[in-house]
């Protein structure tokens, strides 16, 4: 049985934040991504490019707005605006990309997050869109015994909060990826696969299959619990990020193939 389907594999256009400052050069790069093979696209660290500019250039290459990620700001005082730009894109899945600085500090923090988007949540749900949360190292720093993921886990909705791991920084965190994919079945549509090498004592980013995360098991796991969508991000690259982008997919069209 195949792990996944290529039509699944999506573009983080973060990966390519250098290249989506206007709208030619995201059509430009969209363009660029639709050749690599690449049939859809996460929406995020684009310049400020009309929405529906990027709905054109997108249905143009024929290129899927699988999930987006939205600054927290917009979540809490633009949120009807945010609501119209994802129905209008046909675009279920609106990310958080990170938790903001004044709610790290510990247990309280990550709860009243965990409260605040179910609210945030609910109106989402309400408009047939889902809010998925997107980690980074610092939650899998404990507080009270539990890590800050535990804690955002166990105090949002299930029903209106889901999230969007992050395969590096999980293992950066010091956590296993395969563990939290399980522990968060149900709650995860989208998630994001990304390597990790080390370069002398340090690690890095590297394109999937450069590294040393066990993708076939994440991607095993991911199947199992209903994953919809594989979202390829490298935060840095060693050279073209367009290069980076197709060593990726490449790599994960062989293993959707089990080649």
Same mark, same amino acid.
């Given at each position: 049985?195949n792990?996944?389907?290529?039509?699944?594999?999506?573009a983080? +256009?973060?990966? @390519?934040?250098?290249f989506? $400052?206007?709208?030619? *050069?995201?059509?430009?790069? &969209?363009? #660029?991504?639709k050749q690599?093979?690449?049939?859809?696209?996460?929406?995020?660290?684009t310049?400020?490019?009309?929405?529906d500019?990027?709905?054109q250039?997108?249905?143009?290459?024929q290129?899927?707005?699988c999930?987006?990620?939205?600054?927290?700001?917009?979540?809490?005082?633009?949120?009807?605006?945010?609501i119209?730009q994802?129905?209008?894109?046909?675009?279920?899945?609106v990310? +958080?990309?990170? @938790?903001p600085?004044?709610? $790290?500090?510990?247990r *309280?923090?990550?709860t009243? &997050?965990? #409260?605040?988007?179910?609210e945030?949540g609910?109106?989402?749900?309400?408009a047939?869109l889902?809010?998925?949360?997107?980690?980074h190292?610092?939650?899998f720093?404990?507080?009270?015994?539990?890590?800050?993921?535990?804690?955002?886990?166990?105090?949002?909705?299930?029903?209106?909060?889901?999230?969007?791991?992050?395969?590096?920084?999980?293992?950066?965190g010091?956590?296993?990826p395969?563990e939290?994919?399980?522990k968060?079945?149900? $709650?995860?549509?989208?998630i994001?696969?990304?390597? &990790?090498?080390?370069?002398?004592?340090?690690?890095?980013?590297?394109?999937?299959?450069q590294?040393?995360?066990?993708?076939?098991?994440i991607?095993?796991?991911c199947?199992?619990?209903?994953v919809?969508?594989?979202?390829v991000?490298?935060?840095?690259c060693?050279?073209?990020?367009?290069?980076s982008l197709?060593?990726?997919?490449?790599?994960?069209s062989?293993?959707?193939?089990?080649?």
């Amino acid at each position: 049985m195949n792990l996944l389907n290529r039509k699944q594999i999506a573009a983080q +256009l973060y990966t @390519l934040r250098n290249f989506t $400052r206007t709208a030619e *050069e995201f059509d430009a790069t &969209m363009k #660029r991504v639709k050749q690599i093979g690449y049939d859809a696209v996460q929406v995020s660290g684009t310049g400020p490019i009309a929405p529906d500019d990027i709905q054109q250039i997108c249905e143009t290459e024929q290129l899927t707005i699988c999930a987006t990620h939205i600054p927290f700001d917009r979540l809490v005082n633009d949120l009807d605006n945010v609501i119209k730009q994802h129905q209008s894109w046909n675009c279920r899945y609106v990310g +958080l990309g990170a @938790l903001p600085s004044e709610y $790290r500090g510990g247990r *309280e923090g990550y709860t009243a &997050m965990g #409260r605040l988007m179910t609210e945030i949540g609910r109106k989402l749900t309400a408009a047939g869109l889902q809010l998925i949360y997107h980690n980074h190292k610092f939650e899998f720093e404990k507080f009270e015994g539990k890590t800050g993921m535990d804690w955002l886990l166990e105090s949002s909705d299930p029903e209106h909060v889901g999230f969007e791991l992050d395969t590096y920084w999980v293992q950066a965190g010091g956590a296993d990826p395969v563990e939290w994919i399980r522990k968060v079945e149900g $709650r995860m549509k989208v998630i994001h696969l990304k390597d &990790m090498a080390i370069v002398g004592d340090k690690q890095v980013f590297a394109e999937i299959g450069q590294g040393n995360l066990n993708f076939p098991a994440i991607l095993q796991a991911c199947r199992e619990t209903g994953v919809e969508w594989y979202v390829v991000e490298q935060d840095d690259c060693p050279g073209d990020p367009f290069d980076s982008l197709s060593i990726s997919y490449q790599a994960l069209s062989k293993l959707a193939n089990n080649e």
